[in-house]
Each structure stands twice: as structure tokens, then as C-alpha cells.
Nanobody, 127 residues
Framework: QVQLVESGGGLVQAGGSLRLTCAAS????????MGWFRQAPGKEREIVAA????????YYADSVKGRFTISRDNAKNTVYLQMNSLKPEDTAVYYC????????????????????WGQGTQVSVSS
């Protein structure tokens, strides 16, 4: 089991940028695929972006393509989410998640492909 701690959330105006960071501990980070999800009030938790253990494969939700970038630094046990051109509809709690198994490679966008989750960080975008 790996422990995940998100940081970097906050309040930003529409059009602004934020970079979220997820620090992992307690496991072999370089073996895990990682994902960022978000959950807005009254809505289901949804995939934002995901990245394979090597960083060579990435996945993005259509709603964030061209605006968000996921990356990882295996030497620092950290995954990042750079968010640019933020919109009010990006407002949500953002969660980091780790995937150990092969299911991730067929369904990186599904919550049940992930094994461990962080506590989340709030991102609020004002219009």
C-alpha cells in the first residue's frame, strides 16, 4: 500500500494556472501507474489524467486536453498535474491515485483500476 498526499490546490481566477503535486511514500513508486481524478459537489468522481509507470503513456479526459499536463518524477516519488487556462467548471476536489495491476492499461479512466487514493486538494476557479 502506498500513501499519497496532494498539494497545490487553491483559488484562482478563470484563465489562470495551478500545479498540483502528489507525493507518494511507502511503496515502489516507479512500479505504479498514477492518475488524477476530480469530484465536484453533487457529481461523480471522474478521471482527469493518468500516466504509466514510465511516463511514456498518458491519458486525458476530453474536457482537459490541451490545457492540463500530467507528468511524474520517479526519483522524487512525485506526480504532477499542470493546469492551465482554468475554467469555473474545473472547480472540484482533485484526488491522486495509484494503480498496481494490469487493469490500468485497458481502463486508465476507471476508478476501479486504482488501488490507493489520497485525501484530495480543493481547486476553485472563479469567473
Amino acid at each position: 500500500q502506498v500513501q499519497l498526499v496532494e498539494s497545490g490546490g487553491g483559488l484562482v481566477q478563470a484563465g489562470g494556472s495551478l500545479r498540483l503535486t502528489c507525493a507518494a511514500s511507502g511503496g515502489t513508486f516507479s512500479r505504479y501507474a498514477m492518475g488524477w481524478f476530480r469530484q465536484a459537489p453533487g457529481k461523480e468522481r471522474e478521471i482527469v489524467a493518468a500516466i504509466a509507470w514510465s511516463g511514456g503513456t498518458t491519458y486525458y479526459a476530453d474536457s482537459v486536453k490541451g490545457r492540463f499536463t500530467i507528468s511524474r518524477d520517479n526519483a522524487k516519488n512525485t506526480v504532477y498535474l499542470q493546469m492551465n487556462s482554468l475554467k469555473p467548471e474545473d472547480t472540484a476536489v482533485y484526488y491522486c491515485a495509484a494503480a498496481y495491476g494490469s487493469r490500468w492499461y485497458t481502463t486508465p479512466n476507471e476508478k476501479n483500476a486504482y488501488d490507493d487514493w489520497g485525501q484530495g486538494t480543493q481547486v476553485s476557479v472563479s469567473s
